[in-house]
């Protein structure tokens, strides 16, 4: 309903001052918590929660599920240094109306690809495919985080950290995506939801950061 009314406002403006405020609304439930403005009346002077935090908190719902089920079957098993759990299995799925929640919201957004006046204005640099929190770099594309390019070994029976030249190539290419990336995001539109993802906070950035893994682990697991 929201995007139909950006869209007959978009349609029935003639200036472009007009267009410019047409998907402001859209925009803005497409992004990131907003908090409601004093004076306005309309959605503006309401709190927005926002596409990105409501997709997080589904995902982390389906991870707090599974450690209750894994729980109640005595298979909690350990968690690495990032707090996740391992040594567990594969994920468990959560079904609702018989399809994997997970595995929909990937492509949960590509509709948005349809509405062509959407499309144009937020430009060709911005990927509404695959792109479930609206961000500057898409799911497909996401950096992962570089690895530890130190091993710890044994040494005359003392452990000591050392460096794996295999790895260290490894994390140099890693980190060199990730910064490149970390650029796209700084240079998102300022029209875009969230500012393309730097107008994030630090917390919900990591929060997306593990939720776009638990995504691709999901379908690595499960296919698309």
């Known amino acids: 309903r929201t995007l139909e009314r950006s869209l007959q406002s978009f349609k029935k403006a003639r200036v472009v001052a007009a267009r410019q405020k047409s998907f402001d609304e859209v925009t803005a439930m497409l992004g990131m918590p907003r908090a409601a403005t004093r004076g306005y009346h309309d959605w503006k002077g309401q709190y927005i929660k926002g596409l990105v935090l409501t ?3 589904l995902i982390e719902s389906v991870g707090v599920w599974r450690e209750a089920v894994l729980m109640a079957q005595g ?3 350990q968690r690495n240094e990032f707090g996740e759990l391992v040594d567990h299995g594969p994920p468990i799925p959560f079904t609702w109306n018989g399809k ?3 595995l929909q919201i990937p492509s949960g957004m590509d509709f948005l690809i349809n509405c062509h006046e959407l499309v144009k204005w937020f430009g060709n640099d911005f990927t509404f495919e695959r792109n479930p929190f609206m961000l500057a770099v898409p799911l ?4 992962v985080t570089p690895v530890n ?3 710890e070994i044994v040494m005359d029976g003392v452990k000591v950290e050392q460096v794996s030249s295999s790895l260290a190539k490894q994390a140099n290419q890693q ?3 990730f910064d490149y990336c970390e650029k796209v995001y700084a240079e998102g539109g300022s029209w875009w939801p969230s500012e393309g993802g730097k107008a994030l906070s630090a917390d919900l950035t990591r929060r997306v950061r593990a939720a776009e893994k638990v995504l691709v682990v999901e379908e690595a697991v499960r296919g698309r």
């Open 149 to 151: 390019a130190t091993r």
């Open 75 to 77: 298979k909690m098993g």
């Open 140 to 143: 497909d594309d996401r950096p």
């Open 175 to 177: 980190k060199a995506y």
């Open 100 to 102: 994997n929640v997970l």
């Open 55 to 57: 997709t997080v908190e």
